[in-house]
DNA sequence: TTGCAGGGGTCAA
DNA sequence: TTGACCCCTGCA
């Protein structure tokens, strides 16, 4: 991989199957917003960057090479060959269409702990509620960045967190989200649940695991361990995947558990990439 | 303006 | 298996 940089702002060359709208507007983040020139500034791993790609060169601001070389090649998994997972898809139809449009998807390696806060902000939401209060949560708790002329919070960690009361979360107007905030900072400080030991299990195990916070069933625990444990077999399965799935697989009675067991025998190691592109493009068509 | 339905689920009975 | 849930948004 050749890395460029100059300028507080480096450029990594050619690479494949990357970008930035496939990629941060699939759903599996939310601090990302588009500028007026269609590049990506975001806020993660205490850093605010911005993204953007000339042809197969990314273009990454406000970086140096080490941040690049020890952060966000990981974040935006540039290390992995998404062309040998989009071969091993390549003789379904649908998501043939769905890769056709929306190819560009690299999925993130996030921060646990942000991830974690963020899909249990998810619960029966729409993205850009579920944005304004991450992004507010971020501005109370989190400490602040400067960029372009503008603010930015990074995502709280779970220390800076530990001790608060539902009460201290009443700004964010989160609902009964709230309870389940507290109760995952709880278990993630004093270590009941051991999130950044999650990699090291199996994902049926991993996903018990996340399942003893409150306000994590089964969708909220596979998107943690798709989009920031390395999970790639995890498949969430919320409204719009069961409609795709049923539409175009299990049939309309299908239940959760068929479509679960479809998926892992059918989409195999890779389920939750094929999850992503599958949803991108219904969501984006409809 | 007011009222109602529904939203990237989860909990508790 | 079935409501209820906190709050916001979109739409009559």
Known sequence: MEIFAKNNSVVIKNIKDFNPTHTFMCGQCFRWDMEDDGSYTGVA??????????????????TNA??????????????????????AFSNDVNLKQAIDFGGGIKILNQDIFECLISFIISTQNGIPRIKKIVSSLS?????????????????????????????????????????YIVDAVQKVVNGDVDIYNLKNLSTSNARCELMKIKGVGPKVADCVLLFSAGKSDAFPI??????????LYCGDDA????????????????????????????????
């Open 238 to 247: 919320d409204v719009w995947v069961q409609r795709i799935m049923r539409s």
């Open 66 to 87: 080490d941040d690049v070389k020890n952060i966000w090649i990981n974040y935006l998994d540039l290390n992995r060959d998404y062309n040998i997972i989009k071969n």
């Open 139 to 179: 501005e109370l708790f989190g400490e602040k960045v400067e960029y372009g002329g503008r603010t930015y919070y990074s995502f709280p960690s779970a220390k800076s967190l530990s001790g608060i009361k539902e009460k201290d979360l009443e700004p964010l107007k989160a609902g009964y989200r709230a309870g």
């Open 255 to 286: 239940k959760i558990k068929d479509i679960q067991h479809f998926a892992s025998s059918h989409f195999g190691e890779y389920a939750g990439i094929a999850q992503q592109y599958l949803f991108y493009y219904a969501r984006e068509n409809n």
């Open 45 to 62: 791993h205490g850093r605010v960057v911005n993204v953007s790609n000339i042809e197969s060169d990314i273009i990454i601001k406000n």
